[in-house]
């Protein structure tokens, strides 16, 4: 969805660098998440906010952090990139509408690879 | 605690054949039930969504899903598969306690190669 755009598109690292993913929407939504898609695993929640001074954990969050800069922009760090860390990551945008009305869109992803 | 399964790692059909991709999910409350397609090289694309109402549920792509509750489970299907169709299919599940959460829970995903 071209709403939703990431940088990098793919990224090659070392092992103990510090990284940090992009991402920023012209969707206009107020809620954001990061996930992470490592193969037979689906994907898995990182962190997601719900507002510029709302951040919160996600299933695996341990070695990420995040940064909610304004309503458009929640970037992702590693603070210290390990090889396991390696995988398709994606961002994602969404509103509510109505009772229990949200659906979420997602970005083309980043391929990150720690060597 | 929520989960969603797709048995299939890969399913493959013949162009013009009926396709079936299957997901099962387990949570407390009502579900709310969702499918997302991903190409080669591209991101997550909603396809179709259950809230409440109709159990057949009609999305993009001339894609739809059965919502069955005594089986739990929410297949994906469409009468007749194009080799565009070839993709990666997620099912994915909010239960109604998360609902102000936003969390959703993915299956592994399914392959679904469609053959000319």
Same mark, same amino acid.
């Given at each position: 969805?071209?709403?939703?755009?990431?940088? &990098?598109?793919?990224?090659? $690292?070392?092992?103990?660098? *510090?990284?940090?993913?992009? %991402?920023?929407?012209?969707?206009?939504?107020? *809620?954001?998440?990061?996930? *992470?898609?490592? &193969?037979?695993?689906?994907?898995?929640?990182?962190?997601?906010?719900?507002?510029?001074?709302?951040?919160?954990?996600?299933?695996?969050?341990?070695?990420?952090?995040?940064?909610?800069?304004?309503?458009?922009?929640?970037?992702?760090?590693?603070?210290?990139?390990? &090889?396991?860390? $390696?995988?398709?990551?994606? %961002?994602?945008?969404?509103?509510?509408?109505? $009772?229990?009305?949200? $659906?979420?869109?997602?970005? &083309?992803?980043? *391929?990150?690879?720690?060597? | 605690?929520?989960?969603?399964?797709?048995?299939? @790692?890969?399913?493959?059909?013949?162009?013009?054949?009926? !396709?079936?991709? +299957?997901?099962?999910?387990?949570?407390?409350?009502?579900?709310?039930? #969702?499918?997302?397609?991903?190409?080669?090289? =591209?991101? !997550?694309? #909603?396809?179709?969504?259950?809230?409440?109402?109709?159990? !057949?549920? +009609?999305?993009?792509?001339? #894609?739809?899903?059965?919502?069955?509750?005594?089986?739990?489970?929410?297949?994906?299907?469409?009468?007749?598969?194009?080799?565009?169709?070839?993709?990666?299919?997620?099912?994915?599940? =909010? @239960?109604?306690?998360?609902?102000?959460?936003?969390?959703?829970?993915?299956?592994?995903?399914?392959? !679904?190669?469609?053959?000319?």
């Amino acid at each position: 969805d071209a709403d939703v755009t990431q940088t &990098p598109r793919n990224r090659i $690292t070392k092992t103990g660098k *510090r990284i940090m993913l992009e %991402c920023s929407q012209t969707k206009g939504h107020d *809620r954001m998440y990061w996930y *992470r898609q490592d &193969p037979g695993l689906g994907l898995r929640l990182i962190y997601y906010s719900f507002d510029v001074k709302d951040i919160n954990k996600g299933e695996i969050s341990d070695g990420y952090s995040v940064s909610r800069q304004a309503q458009a922009k929640f970037s992702l760090s590693l603070e210290s990139a390990i &090889p396991n860390q $390696t995988a398709l990551y994606f %961002c994602a945008t969404s509103v509510v509408s109505g $009772t229990f009305q949200e $659906t979420q869109y997602f970005g &083309p992803g980043t *391929r990150l690879l720690v060597l | 605690a929520q989960s969603v399964a797709q048995p299939e @790692d890969q399913v493959n059909v013949a162009e013009g054949n009926p !396709l079936t991709v +299957k997901c099962t999910y387990s949570v407390s409350g009502n579900p709310y039930l #969702f499918w997302y397609v991903q190409y080669p090289n =591209r991101g !997550l694309q #909603f396809l179709l969504k259950y809230i409440t109402g109709d159990n !057949l549920v +009609k999305g993009s792509y001339g #894609f739809e899903a059965e919502f069955n509750k005594s089986q739990t489970s929410f297949h994906l299907k469409k009468p007749s598969a194009l080799v565009s169709d070839s993709a990666l299919y997620f099912c994915a599940v =909010r @239960d109604m306690w998360s609902s102000n959460t936003g969390k959703l829970i993915f299956g592994q995903g399914t392959t !679904l190669q469609v053959k000319p």
